[in-house]
């Protein structure tokens, strides 16, 4: 490999969230959520697994991520999620794709192009997200127009949920949303499934045999999905590393990096990363992040760049001057080293945002690598 900044894909621990994710959901429906690229941890990679440990189907955003995924493979059942263009319709015909209709104007598109082909779908319906899915006043409209349609097999009717770390609550969010999913799509066919690994975790099994599916997300990757809440034994998946290019000392009083953003307040020892913003590390962490190096947490220094990232070794140096730090020497920028840890919760506490965000900013020039 070219390049020694890489995320390693732990494969055990994705099989492990997947398995304890699919017994805490019971026997339901299962379509673990693969778009943005697996939530930045590669998404051909994630999806073969999943396939592998028997989901009943993959969950994308975008056609175009169903599409790459059929031409690495992938066989199983697709769900794509977005809204369908003409040309997107024909995309999820050709490619086998189920679409996720939660417009009438999907259902458009699709008679432009369906061909006399019979066409199996999901209907998703909006209990409160209010973005996409059908509301109860359309309801009678959607029943019309699918009656209309022989060409079109109703294979599973959807939800989003707004909330669900407080699932086991009556009469909360989730418990509200889910009553007006049963009344809206009581008499219709098709599997039911929302999009709640994050009530998952909360119930860790105890309404499993509720019968409704689930399209985890975040927790297949052993993430929080608000904060710092992980379903219990749930595991993180990746590990962001690099290395040492540059180490060197700059002057008391000397500044580092764009804008001189960092002051030295003593004589620094200071090592360059070779990853930045154009990386997904995000600019929000210069002067607030850390990494790992030698099992010591050390602080980004300066603005962080596209390319490199800086970060003041001193304190290393200092607990143990015998022993030089050079180019080369391990840095851990998302992960374990030793006893200590940056959690992707910890980056998205730094600069303000969630855990969600750390990771699927990733960017594609960074490696996957499984481990």
């Avoid at 995924?69 to 059942?77: F, N, Q, T, V």
């Avoid at 009469?171 to 049963?182: C, D, I, N, R, S």
């Avoid at 998946?237 to 001189?260: D, P, Q, R």
């Avoid at 851990?332 to 730094?350: K, Y």
Wanted: hydrophobic share 45%; charged share 20%; with cysteine.
């Amino acid at each position: 490999m070219l390049r020694r900044t890489q995320l390693r894909i732990d494969n055990s621990a994705l099989r492990h969230n997947l398995n304890l994710l699919k017994k805490w959901n019971g026997p339901a429906f299962f379509c673990p959520m693969v778009k943005a690229n697996a939530y930045g941890h590669g998404a051909e990679m994630v999806a073969r697994i999943a396939e592998d440990n028997g989901c009943s189907a993959l969950g994308v955003a975008l056609v175009e991520e169903g599409v790459a995924l059929r031409e690495a493979g992938l066989k199983g059942p697709i769900l794509a999620f977005a809204p369908l263009s003409v040309d997107g319709a024909a995309a999820v015909i050709k490619n086998r794709i189920t679409p996720v209709l939660g417009r009438f104007e999907d259902l458009l598109a699709l008679d432009r192009v369906h061909n006399g082909a019979s066409v199996a779908v999901h209907l998703k319906f909006n209990t409160g997200m209010q973005r996409l899915g059908f509301d109860v006043a359309g309801l009678a409209q959607l029943k019309t127009e699918l009656a209309a349609r022989s060409w079109l097999t109703i294979e599973g009717l959807c939800t989003h949920l707004t909330h669900g770390e407080e699932a086991a609550q009556t009469g909360g969010p989730t418990h509200l949303q889910l009553e007006k999913f049963a009344a809206m799509t009581n008499g219709w066919p098709g599997v039911r499934h929302a999009h709640k690994s994050a009530s998952l975790a909360v119930l860790a099994g105890e309404k499993a045999d509720d019968g409704l599916g689930a399209r985890p997300g975040i927790g297949v990757y052993g993430l929080p999905h608000d904060g710092r809440l992980v379903g219990a034994d749930l595991r993180p998946v990746m590990t962001w590393v690099s290395e040492l290019v540059n180490v060197h000392t700059v002057e008391k009083g000397e500044t580092a990096s764009y804008s001189g953003r960092w002051t030295a307040q003593r004589n620094s020892l200071i090592g360059v990363v070779p990853l930045g913003y154009g990386d997904g590390y995000l600019r929000a962490l210069s002067n607030k992040g850390f990494m790992l190096c030698r099992g010591m947490r050390v602080p980004v220094v300066g603005s962080v760049c596209m390319d490199y990232t800086l970060l003041d070794l001193t304190d290393i140096a200092i607990a143990n001057p015998a022993a030089e730090i050079k180019a080369g020497e391990p840095v851990v920028v998302l992960g374990r080293q030793g006893n200590q840890e940056v959690s992707a919760a910890d980056l998205a506490e730094i600069a303000g945002t969630i855990s969600y965000e750390i990771v699927t900013n990733i960017s594609a020039r960074v490696p996957r690598e499984a481990v």
